[in-house]
């Protein structure tokens, strides 16, 4: 017979067949579904809770016991538990074993479904002498279930069961970790290493059994512990440019522009050289692209003062620095000019604005002497 139809009256079903079903239900995953939980009962002795799992689609149960494990020879060695199924054993084909030994051999996983007889499930791993167990971690894998189990927040605490869940932050801050069924699991939010809940906010996650870690699919963007690291303010960023730092308030720049592009911070300076330069020097106020440039709205602004720190080239016929607020027109043609002064060197030189309304653009151009330059410290907007 080419096609054989297990599911129907009279058919039969065998346990390979079963096995290949749960194991394309459940991805190929072995694991425990609930429970099989394993502490420390004194002495050599460890107890395991009651459960239930799955290991490539053949189910498993685990009763409550105790198991005694396998003392080291000599000294401290490695211990560990695993649940082992072994399809050639046709009286008892799954078993707890305990294996001591200074390094531990890798694990057998063989396809059970097909040509391979071994697979071995790890319960936990701990450190074994002669007499007696310590630093016991459960090492078992959890079936990922594609259902999301609803938690509860404590604190650093989730209460649930499930790797996928999701939760209503009942208490926010800034998490590094939280504590499941009496388990450490580190966060991981995309590139972060800790979560920002905001209370009375659903959260998703997945937890991931081999690495301990709990990974946040919602929420996102930096913490307030990050941000709190980044230090700009509203001056030394762009004017009209939105950032954020110290906190997940948004803030605006009120920092200088040079020529649309080269930003000066405060406290800092550049540099104007070459004849053919015209720049234009936006200061703190606010902004709209022009043809040239950005340029400032200076209503209700009385002065423009910029403060120039050094001047290089000879003061002298055809040397034309200057200091100068012009109006900036959409047709790139300066139709005004609201005051200019020539720089003779360092200091502050300042135009009166006061009966000035709109947009303006504040220029300081180098005259024609070869090596010409000017640095400007500052662009201040007075009134």
């Given at each position: 017979m080419?096609?054989?139809?297990?599911?129907?009256?009279?058919?039969?079903?065998?346990?390979?067949?079963?096995?290949?079903?749960?194991?394309?239900?459940?991805?190929?995953?072995?694991?425990?579904?609930?429970?099989?939980?394993i502490?420390?009962?004194?002495?050599?002795?460890?107890?395991?809770?009651?459960?239930?799992?799955?290991?490539?689609?053949?189910?498993?149960?685990?009763?409550?016991?105790?198991?005694?494990?396998?003392?080291?020879?000599?000294g401290t060695q490695?211990g560990?538990?695993?649940?082992?199924?072994?399809?050639?054993?046709s009286?008892?084909?799954?078993r707890?074993?305990s294996q001591?030994?200074?390094?531990?051999?890798?694990?057998?996983?063989?396809?059970?479904?097909?040509?391979?007889?071994?697979?071995?499930l790890?319960?936990a791993?701990?450190s074994?002498?002669?007499?007696?167990?310590?630093?016991?971690?459960n090492?078992?894998?959890?079936?990922?279930?594609?259902?999301?189990s609803?938690?509860?927040?404590?604190g650093?605490?989730?209460s649930?069961?499930?790797?996928?869940?999701?939760?209503?932050?009942t208490?926010?801050?800034?998490?590094?970790a939280?504590?499941?069924?009496?388990?450490?699991?580190?966060?991981q939010?995309?590139?972060?290493?800790?979560?920002?809940?905001?209370e009375?906010?659903w959260?998703?996650?997945?937890?991931?059994?081999?690495?301990?870690?709990?990974?946040?699919?919602?929420?996102?963007?930096?913490?307030?512990?990050?941000?709190?690291l980044?230090?700009?303010?509203?001056?030394d960023?762009?004017?009209?440019?939105?950032?954020?730092?110290g906190?997940?308030?948004?803030k605006?720049?009120?920092?200088?522009?040079?020529?649309?592009?080269?930003?000066i911070p405060?406290?800092?300076?550049?540099?104007?050289?070459?004849?053919?330069?015209?720049?234009?020097?936006?200061?703190?106020?606010?902004?709209a692209?022009?043809?040239?440039?950005?340029?400032?709205?200076?209503?209700?602004?009385?002065?423009?003062?910029?403060?120039?720190?050094?001047?290089?080239?000879?003061?002298?016929?055809?040397?034309?620095?200057?200091?100068?607020?012009?109006?900036?027109?959409?047709?790139?043609?300066?139709?005004?000019?609201?005051?200019?002064?020539?720089?003779?060197g360092?200091?502050?030189?300042?135009?009166?604005?006061s009966?000035?309304t709109?947009?303006?653009?504040?220029?300081?151009?180098?005259g024609?002497?070869?090596?010409?330059?000017?640095?400007?410290?500052n662009?201040?907007?007075?009134?």
């Amino acid at each position: 017979m080419s096609v054989v139809l297990h599911t129907f009256d009279g058919g039969t079903v065998n346990a390979i067949d079963d096995a290949r079903f749960y194991s394309y239900l459940t991805g190929g995953q072995s694991g425990v579904a609930e429970g099989v939980r394993i502490t420390s009962a004194g002495g050599l002795t460890l107890h395991i809770t009651g459960g239930w799992g799955v290991i490539l689609g053949r189910l498993f149960t685990v009763q409550a016991q105790d198991i005694e494990v396998t003392p080291s020879v000599s000294g401290t060695q490695k211990g560990r538990l695993i649940l082992q199924i072994d399809m050639s054993d046709s009286d008892r084909p799954a078993r707890i074993i305990s294996q001591a030994a200074r390094s531990l051999p890798q694990l057998v996983q063989e396809d059970i479904n097909g040509d391979g007889l071994i697979y071995q499930l790890p319960l936990a791993e701990y450190s074994v002498t002669e007499v007696a167990l310590s630093e016991l971690k459960n090492t078992t894998p959890v079936l990922q279930s594609t259902a999301i189990s609803t938690y509860t927040q404590s604190g650093n605490i989730l209460s649930g069961s499930g790797a996928n869940g999701k939760f209503k932050a009942t208490a926010g801050g800034t998490y590094t970790a939280f504590t499941i069924d009496g388990q450490s699991y580190a966060v991981q939010s995309g590139s972060e290493s800790e979560t920002e809940l905001t209370e009375g906010v659903w959260y998703t996650f997945v937890l991931d059994t081999e690495d301990r870690t709990i990974n946040f699919s919602s929420g996102g963007g930096l913490s307030n512990s990050k941000l709190a690291l980044a230090t700009a303010v509203p001056e030394d960023v762009a004017a009209g440019k939105t950032f954020y730092s110290g906190s997940k308030e948004l803030k605006t720049g009120k920092g200088m522009m040079i020529d649309g592009a080269v930003f000066i911070p405060l406290n800092a300076s550049v540099t104007i050289s070459n004849k053919q330069s015209t720049i234009k020097c936006a200061a703190q106020g606010t902004y709209a692209k022009g043809v040239y440039s950005y340029y400032a709205d200076i209503t209700d602004i009385s002065s423009v003062s910029v403060d120039i720190s050094a001047v290089s080239g000879s003061i002298g016929a055809g040397f034309h620095t200057v200091v100068a607020v012009l109006k900036d027109a959409d047709s790139a043609v300066y139709s005004g000019t609201a005051g200019t002064q020539t720089i003779t060197g360092p200091g502050r030189y300042t135009i009166d604005t006061s009966s000035l309304t709109g947009y303006y653009t504040i220029v300081v151009q180098p005259g024609y002497a070869i090596g010409a330059s000017v640095t400007v410290s500052n662009v201040i907007l007075g009134g």
